[in-house]
């Protein structure tokens, strides 16, 4: 194999499979090399990571990969972010407060869109919008309280929102029965542009009857998130 040549993504998982790539048992000569990174060989291998997974990585699986602090880490991260900025990369950094996952640059979707065409997918529901609006103010909370809310059955919504990764089983009620309890997920996050439930907008901003105000949310169709 040309020495110049990428692997391909799929050697990359074999490795990963095999307990070969990122292995827990680190040779004294690997510990050594990663002191020795500069800060675009970080900026790669985190880059390589990210990429390779294809979702979340978590920040303490990165630190011991790179041999880092979680505040080293985080210096790393806030730089390869503002290179990617002033670069007008086609993706970007996106963080939670436990992860950071590689996602598309939403200033080039229309590009994306234009080449790849993907099929339209359907807006939710009203009944599933509310549903998901009661689940990320009001979390945790049951089918019970939803229902209690909407006044209407949410059986339906609730399975559909779960399906589609927005959310999720987060424990049981101290209640008769043990009723599931709901909380939104990264995903939902990553869906609507937010890093943490507090840039949620204020509830009281839109709850009285006479505000015409929606969580910010609301009017967002899943096809317009970058992910």
């Not at 020495?3 to 993504?9: D, E, L, R």
């Not at 089983?169 to 507090?198: M, N, Y």
Request: net charge negative.
């Amino acid at each position: 194999m040309n020495p110049s040549q990428s692997y391909p993504v799929t050697f990359f998982w074999m490795m990963r499979t095999l307990n070969i790539w990122m292995s827990n048992e680190e040779t004294d000569g690997n510990m050594e090399s990663k002191q020795f990174l500069d800060q675009q060989e970080r900026f790669g291998v985190i880059e390589c990571i990210l990429f390779v997974s294809g979702e979340a990585v978590d920040f303490v699986s990165l630190q011991r990969v790179l041999g880092v602090t979680e505040l080293e880490l985080h210096a790393i991260l806030t730089k390869m972010e503002a290179q990617y900025k002033e670069q007008h990369r086609g993706i970007q950094l996106y963080r939670t407060a436990d992860t950071v996952q590689l996602i598309s640059n939403r200033c080039y979707a229309g590009y994306v869109e234009e080449l790849l065409q993907p099929a339209q997918s359907k807006s939710f529901s009203q009944a599933m919008m509310e549903t998901l609006s009661i689940v990320a103010y009001k979390q945790p909370v049951t089918r019970n309280d939803i229902e209690a809310i909407r006044g209407v059955r949410c059986d339906y919504s609730v399975s559909q929102l779960q399906k589609l990764g927005l959310i999720r089983e987060v424990g049981r009620k101290d209640a008769v029965g043990k009723p599931i309890l709901f909380g939104t997920t990264d995903a939902f996050l990553r869906q609507f542009g937010l890093h943490s439930l507090s840039e949620l907008p204020s509830y009281e901003t839109f709850s009285s009857e006479d505000s015409t105000e929606k969580p910010a949310f609301v009017s967002i169709s899943p096809s317009g998130a970058s992910a």
